[in-house]
């Protein structure tokens, strides 16, 4: 099991900007896939953006599309969500994941790897 952990969130202004930061132990170059899944209280889980580390493919939810963006820092061994643009229903609690199972587009099937304990987002006025 890994030590996954998450940084960055936090209450924005809608309209902000805010970025996540997910750090894993030993770095994230030896791993398959890294993604952010959110979850709003009564809704279930939902795959915001993954990466494919290897072939650098990336997955964004339609909902974040053209505002969201997820990148590696290979400096810092951390994968970072800049999120722009923010909206009342980005809020929820976001956690990062590392090679789990399941396509990030179906959040809530997806199940094991390694997860962070999430961290919170608030966007509000």
């Not at 890294?34 to 990466?51: D, H, M, N, T, Y």
């Not at 494919?52 to 951390?78: L, P, Q």
Request: glycine share 16%.
């Amino acid at each position: 099991q890994l030590d996954v952990a998450e940084s960055g969130g936090g209450l924005v202004q809608p309209g902000g900007s805010l970025q996540l930061s997910c750090a894993v132990s030993g770095g994230i170059g030896d791993h398959y896939v890294i993604g952010w899944f959110r979850q709003a209280p009564g809704k279930e889980r939902e795959g915001v953006s993954c990466l494919a580390i290897r072939n650098d493919n990336r997955y964004y939810a339609d909902s974040v599309k053209g505002r969201f963006m997820i990148s590696r820092d290979n400096d810092k061994g951390t994968m970072n969500l800049q999120m722009n643009m923010l909206k009342p229903e980005d809020a929820g609690i976001y956690y990062c994941a590392v090679d789990f199972v399941g396509p990030c587009n179906h959040g809530a099937a997806v199940t094991g790897g390694s997860w962070g304990q999430g961290i919170q987002v608030i966007v509000s006025s």
